[in-house]
């Protein structure tokens, strides 16, 4: 399937699992499932994203979506078997190697601990389009405020809903526009204002470590591109591991 920029990036995904348990980290099987498809289907690809750089921020995000599911001391119990996956990028390649790599695998089992998952359906999802300078998003998959400092770069997670979590998120927010845009835009990055509407604090199991993050609604004004950019890539630290994933209002 040929792409060209400006098509839709979103897409779910449905998992079918052998049986009803799965690990309370369930983000680290997740992207465990996208590095082996993207692997197999194109070796250079992988590469790129996770060997020569990295470190360097990529512009997708995912969530899922589990059902009734229930929380346990270390699983997650989901009745019906089944985990939607969604999945949403700014980046044509990124999407197109998404589609292709899943639509691949489509059918066939991937081991994760004491389960199997299995490729079931891939569905394309219609974006929508933003054109005014403000929005108001919910978020998918929780926003994650993170922040290193100190000599041994200490790692902090911090709450929306604290005056010092909203400057972290802010700087965090612009050195991510920057990195996307460069500075000949840090003018429209510098104007970019966001209210927290509404939010929960949860704690997320990711990588073995309890980390903190919000479930929250946001308002936020900056120019109809920023605006798109944040819809499609996420918003927040850790995006490419599934947090931050938004959609809007």
Same mark, same amino acid.
């Given at each position: $399937? ?5 098509? $839709? ?22 992207? /465990?499932? $996208? ?27 995912? @969530? $899922?979506?589990?059902?009734? %599911? ?6 997650? @119990? ?17 999407? #197109? ?8 695998? &489509? ?8 389960? *199997? ?7 394309? *999802?219609?974006? &929508? ?6 929005? *108001?998003?919910?978020?998918? /998959?929780?926003? /994650? ?8 770069? =200490?790692?902090?997670?911090? @709450? ?42 949860? =704690? *997320? &199991? ?9 479930? %929250? ?8 591109? #920023?605006?798109?950019?944040?819809? &499609?890539?996420?918003?927040? @630290?850790?995006? /490419? ?9």
């Amino acid at each position: $399937m040929a792409y060209e920029r400006g098509e $839709m990036m979103r897409f779910n995904v449905e998992l079918l699992l052998e049986n009803e348990i799965i690990p309370k980290d369930k983000n680290r099987v997740i992207l /465990s499932l $996208m590095k082996h498809n993207f692997e197999s289907y194109d070796k250079d690809y992988f590469a790129e994203l996770y060997l020569e750089t990295p470190t360097r921020p990529k512009s997708f995000t995912f @969530s $899922m979506y589990m059902g009734n %599911c229930k929380f346990l001391r270390e699983e997650i @119990s989901i009745p019906d078997k089944k985990i939607i996956l969604n999945f949403s990028a700014y980046d044509v390649k990124d999407g #197109i190697m998404f589609y292709n790599s899943f639509l691949t695998h &489509k059918g066939k089992e991937y081991p994760i601990k004491d389960n *199997v998952i299995t490729i079931n359906k891939i569905n394309l *999802v219609r974006e &929508k389009t933003i054109t005014g300078n403000q929005a *108001v998003f919910v978020t998918r /998959s929780p926003i /994650s405020v993170r922040e290193h400092y100190g000599d041994n770069q =200490k790692t902090w997670y911090h @709450s929306l809903e604290d005056k010092e979590g909203q400057n972290v998120f802010v700087k965090n927010l612009r050195y991510q526009l920057k990195d996307i845009f460069g500075e000949d835009r840090i003018l429209d990055i510098n104007e970019v204002e966001f209210e927290v509407l509404a939010n929960k604090e949860v =704690k *997320v &199991k990711h990588y073995g470590i309890e980390v903190l993050a919000n479930i %929250c609604k946001l308002k936020i004004k900056a120019k109809p591109y #920023i605006l798109d950019y944040l819809y &499609k890539a996420g918003i927040g @630290s850790q995006r /490419s591991t599934g947090f931050g994933m938004i959609d809007l209002v």
